[in-house]
């Protein structure tokens, strides 16, 4: 799982540090690396390294990033190894000009894909799924990019919340699944896509709607057009619900904070136990302990204390960091009064 957002303006020339502000709102959706790239007047220019939003992007090179289209990218370590080569957004050059990906989700058929690009002569430069999907738009374009990305996302299996950027365009997909989150909103005149509407609030943007499932949008200078694909239900991933989303943030229309009250709620009525106090393991389930005390009527109380300094020990890429980080993270409450 990583966090995408993408503007567009027609004035700006500073989409950039809109971006910084909403990627920072989604640090939680990656911690291993970030990139933001920009459109100046049909060049894209762009940079990414390992590391928190914070610690990437110097003041120097945000001001070097200037244009009036953007994408940005924090990265959880889903699909190859920890290194900037594997860090997006992914900056292509090809016939037709330069494209720019951000993607959230994962290529089932990556590796088929793969092979087959390979042995015909195609050239990787990257672990990453979402270099098929830039390699099989590259391959499809030939009259208009819209045309390359439906036949490209019709050749794939997967999810993905996805952002592209060419010389003139943004432009969002959502899979047909909608296992992954892509929301629309609007920053004075400029449109912005997120993967969650925290982002919105963070810049101060309007929140218009989410993409649909296997909806394509295009935004340019004449505006927004919506390309819908054949959906195949709307099936959000349930770990976003229970864990991985903000709490603050709406996802498909619902509150993830009232989701996970309401989770809570259900499971006192379904596993009622005899208890003194309720305890929420930091953060995403404190709000689902709160909602279990509400439904049973046993107090919440804290029982582990978090260092906030800490972040999320799940997205770690190994197993003994993940171990090392919740030892650091949490410290149970010890003693008698």
């Known amino acids: 799982m990583s966090g995408v957002v993408g503007i567009y303006s027609k004035k700006r020339n500073d989409v950039s540090k809109i971006i910084y502000y909403g990627l920072y709102a989604l640090q939680h959706r990656g911690q291993v690396s970030t990139g933001i790239a920009v459109n100046n007047n049909g060049f894209v220019d762009y940079f990414k390294d390992l590391g928190l939003v914070h ?136 449109y912005i896509l997120a993967s969650e509407t925290c982002a919105f609030d963070t810049i101060g943007a309007e929140f218009i709607r989410d993409i649909e499932p296997g909806e394509i949008v295009v935004i340019d200078e004449s505006g927004l057009k919506s390309i819908r694909k054949e959906p195949k239900g709307k099936n959000p991933c349930l770990f976003e619900i229970i864990y991985f989303a903000r709490p603050d943030s709406k996802l498909d229309g619902k509150s993830i904070y009232l989701s996970r009250i309401e989770a809570g709620k259900q499971l006192a009525r379904e596993a009622a136990v005899d208890a003194d106090i309720v305890i929420g393991a930091p953060d995403s389930g404190t709000i689902s302990a709160i909602g279990y005390a509400e439904e049973s009527g046993i107090p919440y109380a804290e029982g582990l204390i978090k260092n906030r300094y800490v972040g999320r020990t799940f997205i770690e890429p190994t197993q003994d960091l993940r171990e090392q980080g919740v030892r650091i993270k949490l410290k149970r409450i010890k003693g008698k009064c």
């Open 55 to 190: 610690e990437v992007f110097p003041r120097e090179t945000m001001e070097r990033l200037r244009g009036n289209i953007g994408i940005g990218h924090v990265r959880y370590a889903a699909v190859g190894d920890t290194t900037t080569v594997n860090a997006q957004p992914l900056v292509v050059g090809y016939k037709r000009g330069a494209l720019a990906l951000a993607h959230d989700g994962a290529v089932v058929n990556f590796e088929k894909l793969r092979d087959e690009l390979e042995d015909n002569g195609t050239i990787f430069q990257s672990q990453l799924d979402t270099e098929v999907i830039a390699n099989l738009i590259a391959r499809y374009h030939k009259d208009n990019v819209e045309d390359a990305i439906i036949k490209a996302l019709d050749a794939i299996r997967g999810t993905y919340g996805l952002v592209m950027m060419t010389t003139d365009k943004l432009i969002g997909a959502r899979d047909p699944y909608g296992v992954k989150s892509l929301s629309l909103g609007k920053f004075g005149e400029d």
